[in-house]
């Protein structure tokens, strides 16, 4: 079997800053790169923080109108961002304001986080909900005016 270069390792990872950009488009799915921190720049997310940030975020953006226009949420292997699937029925100005609006959510929760006991998640004790915090606290300031002319990919 010859092993095919997929398209997320066709990004130049050199030139990628954080932000939020359309990583790919497969017939009705629309893949976003939320990329949070600078790729092999030495600073990645901590893990347990980016396990309560991925049940917050994938939990606020199936619980509101556009949960049927989601697909899947999950960090990236990485540890400098997620992935945010959505159907192309989402445009691009409704997804960077859903993202917004997740990271003012994930930045003032307070509480349990969703899912997060042994019957319901495989690693239920590796939580950090500071951390979330500060995830999403960084990021606000660089999607608050995010466009979407910005989801481009820098050539």
């Known amino acids: 079997m010859e092993l095919k270069q997929i398209a997320s390792f066709q990004v130049d990872h050199t030139k990628l800053d954080p932000g939020m950009y359309t990583s ?3 017939g009705d799915v629309v893949t976003y790169d ?5 790729p092999n720049c030495g ?6 923080a980016i396990h ?35 159907r192309d029925s989402m445009t691009p100005e409704v997804a960077i304001k859903l993202v917004n609006d997740m990271l003012q959510f994930v930045a003032s929760y307070e509480g349990p986080i969703p899912g997060a006991t042994e019957k319901e998640c495989g690693n239920y004790r590796e939580q950090d909900l500071e951390g979330a915090h500060a995830i999403a606290n960084k990021m606000i300031p660089i999607l608050r005016d995010w466009i979407p002319e910005n989801l481009k990919y820098a050539e």
């Open 24 to 26: 790919r488009i497969d």
């Open 34 to 38: 939320i990329r949070m921190v600078k």
């Open 43 to 48: 600073t990645y997310l901590p893990y347990a």
């Open 52 to 86: 309560s940030f991925e049940h917050l975020f994938a939990t606020y953006v199936r619980s509101g109108e556009l949960s049927d226009q989601v697909i899947y949420v999950g960090p990236m292997g990485c540890r400098t961002g997620f992935y945010f699937l959505v």
